[in-house]
Structure formats: structure tokens, C-alpha cells
């Protein structure tokens, strides 16, 4: 979940979010990691967007922070939009990380998806932002993965976690790592979309307001 804002002197449209963890794999290093990480993603395309007849460089500012006393009230009753909020820890009883539904502000995120690749945090902000996976999970001979592809998406073999492993076999799926934010993945966005009031500031996505416990 993220706020928009219109700065039309420097033609920019910025996405402001704050990632808030908590948690026992939780910490400061991995709130700011976490972060970068979405940032760099997200920003790399340098997207343009158009708005009634002007076009705005896309940027993606983003905030990190560990609250380890993190109060359910501060989730439950929270209304700013910029503020998302995800338990990190080591057991998950999904076994993957996940938010709480497309558009949402919280969700549960196993530590180990986020060591294993910068794009989890990438990807799993993308379903914040009303994002869902391809209803096409094969893409071979269409190169790049998008951001929104999930683990077990057949790709060409340079993206898989072995390039010689046959599709589908073990090995043979997407590897995340490849993942990159493309210029479809900005246009599912539809900003230019978006409900911009008089000072050009528009909600992306819905509070879904839920605290998490740790699972066992």
C-alpha cells in the first residue's frame, strides 16, 4: 500500500510506502534492506507515466523500520496509507511468505525468502500495490520474468535455478533472483487511474489492517 503524489513543477509521480516489521527475525539491518530492496526494483525501469496530457518520471520512495514492541492497535486502527506492515520469522505455517490479499498493508514473511533473493520483498510489495501473480506461469521464449511471477513459473533456461535442468524438473522453474520489474508490470498499475485530489495525492491499494501472531 503506498500514497501517490503529483509534483508537477519536476513532472515526477511519487509512491511513498514505509515497510514496518516486527518479530523475532526481525531487525533494523533487515527493515532498511528490505527497503533498498523494493526501491531498486521498483525504480529501475524509470517509468513514464501520463497524466491528463503530462507525463511524470515514476519513482518508488521507500521507508524501513523495526518496531519490536509493534502494539496490534497501532495495525488494527492505523489510516495512513503509507504504512505497511509484515511479521518476519523463521517459520512459516505456509511455508512461503504473503501479504493479506492484493491491495493489502500487512502480511507474514518467512525469513528465509528474504535472504534468498532481493525480489521477495519486491514481489510481495507489487501484491500490496493490488498486484496478482500471471494467470500464465509459462513464459518460455519471452525472456525477462516480471516481478509478479511466483516460484514454479517455467521460464528459458538462463532463469531457472539450473539451466540445464529440464522445465519443470527439479531446477527447472524460475529462479526469483531473475526477477525484474518491467514496463507491464508499472502499466498493470494503471496510475493514471488513480482519484488525485486537489494537492495530487491518491491512495494505492486498501488497508487490510491485520497483526499477526507468531505461527507454531
Known amino acids: 500500500m503506498g500514497e501517490a503524489s503529483l509534483d508537477h513543477t519536476n513532472a515526477t509521480l511519487t509512491i511513498h510506502s514505509s515497510i ?68 518476519i520469522e523463521e517459520f512459516s505455517n505456509l511455508d512461503i511468505s504473503f501479504v493479506d490479499g492484493l491491495g493489502s498493508n500487512t502480511g507474514y514473511f518467512k525469513l528465509a525468502n528474504l535472504k534468498q533473493t532481493a525480489t521477495t520483498a519486491a514481489h510481495e510489495y507489487g501484491h500490496t500495490l493490488g498486484l496478482e501473480h500471471p494467470t500464465n506461469l509459462d513464459i518460455r521464449g519471452k525472456g525477462a520474468p516480471g516481478i509478479m511471477f511466483p516460484r514454479g513459473t517455467l521460464c528459458d533456461p538462463q532463469y531457472q535455478y539450473d539451466p540445464n535442468a529440464t522445465p519443470g524438473a527439479k531446477g527447472g522453474t524460475l529462479d526469483p533472483q531473475w ?24 491512495v494505492l491499494g486498501e488497508f487490510s489492517s491485520l497483526y499477526h501472531s507468531k505461527h507454531g
Open 20 to 87: 514496518i516489521i516486527y518479530g523475532d527475525a526481525a531487525d533494523q539491518t533487515l527493515a532498511q534492506q528490505m527497503a533498498d530492496d523494493i526501491a531498486f526494483i521498483w525504480n529501475e525501469p524509470k517509468a513514464i507515466i501520463k497524466i491528463k496530457d503530462q507525463e511524470f518520471l515514476l519513482r518508488f520512495q521507500i521507508e524501513g523500520s523495526y518496531q519490536p514492541d509493534l502494539p496490534p492497535e497501532k495495525v488494527w486502527y492505523n489510516d495512513n496509507p503509507r504504512l505497511n506492515f509484515f511479521r
Open 179 to 202: 526477477r525484474r520489474v518491467l514496463l507491464t508490470d508499472v502499466a498493470d498499475l494503471k496510475l493514471n487511474k488513480l482519484d488525485f485530489d486537489g494537492n495530487g495525492v491518491a
